[in-house]
């Protein structure tokens, strides 16, 4: 069985204007082609930043845009922070226990990284018979594609982008405790989860919250478990930080879920849903969706085929 293409979600999670290099897009029918683990253990498959990878992550979702899977979580994209071309834009990992590090200054030269088991990380390194890195090399060479690399040359791109995440987190921090409507959320909501004790400030309370324009639950931990009370002012509370965040990215319409987190200060910090199909016993009310969609329209970019289903869209 070859490796797993996934063509819609490669499709819907590259930013509009944004051309995938050909190499890349003839590497996506090369590798299905080929036996799953003969040149490493991943899909392929699409994806961007999210809130739970950096905080307020979906406020940067273009900086990333991935290509590859990993089983543990992992991911392989481009690296553009600033809107780069995908030409113009390294390679790099997005580990999922938050390893950071560029894995080729270029597609070519990480598919040839790729080739030689030469990327440091496990999953792509290792192999199962038949074995098809030999294939790769000459795949690569056929299309004047293979580059020798130097294994210190990323070195200062790596600690460019493993600064870019605490410094883009504090940035979104630092807004959170100036925003009057997440202080006002969190003014009420820290009455019904607590705070964090004095003596582990480091740890965070939560709640899960599903929001629409005919819904508002909030659950303790996660949904499913009974839904907590909601004090007098918390439903216009969190309405008005949904609408908030909808006039700060306007393309993504209102979200529908959000995990609630609270520091030991108090600060607010949120784990968006826009995408993800709701699953765990999340119900969501169509009604409460085309009413969010018509007061706040989502671009294609951040419309999901499930939802576009559910909208009539």
């Known amino acids: ?45 699409g994806d961007r930043l999210d809130d739970r990878y950096i905080e307020d992550g979906t406020r940067s979702a273009s900086a990333f845009v991935s290509f590859v899977h990993m089983p543990d979580g992992s991911r392989v994209g481009w690296w553009r922070p600033a809107g780069e071309s995908l030409d113009a834009a390294p390679i790099v990992l997005l580990g999922s226990e938050g390893t950071l590090g560029v894995l080729g200054r270029s597609p070519a030269e990480f598919f040839t990284k790729l080739a030689c088991a030469a990327t440091s990380q496990s999953d792509l390194d290792e192999t199962v018979e038949p074995n098809e890195r030999a294939a790769l090399r000459s795949w690569l060479s056929d299309r004047g594609a293979w580059i020798e690399t130097d294994p210190d040359a990323h070195r200062e791109a790596t600690s460019k982008l493993e600064a870019w995440f605490p410094h883009r987190s504090d940035e979104r921090i630092a807004m959170a405790k100036q925003q009057p409507e997440r202080i006002a959320v969190s003014a009420i909501l820290r009455a019904v989860i607590g705070l964090p004790a004095a003596a582990e400030p480091w740890k965070r309370t939560f709640a899960d919250l599903v929001l629409t324009d005919t819904q508002c639950v909030l659950f303790p931990n996660f949904v499913g478990q009974n839904p907590l009370n909601k004090p007098r002012g918390l439903e216009e ?73 559910r909208l009539g869209a």
């Not at 879920?257 to 009310?285: C, F, K, Q, T, W």
């Open 1 to 45: 069985m070859g490796y797993s293409v996934d063509r819609a979600s490669l499709e819907f999670h590259t930013p509009p204007g944004v051309t995938v290099p050909p190499l890349v897009q003839d590497f996506y029918d090369w590798a299905e082609e080929r036996e799953g683990g003969s040149i490493g253990y991943f899909n392929v498959e």
């Open 237 to 309: 509370a969190l309405r008005a930080l949904r609408d908030r965040d909808a006039q700060d990215l306007p393309e993504a319409g209102l979200w529908y879920r959000a995990s609630l987190h609270l520091d030991g200060d108090g600060v607010l910090m949120l784990a968006r849903s826009y995408l993800d199909e709701p699953r765990d016993g999340i119900v969501l009310d169509d009604e409460g969706l085309r009413r969010d969609h018509a007061r706040m329209p989502r671009s294609r970019y951040w419309l999901p085929a499930w939802l576009a289903r």
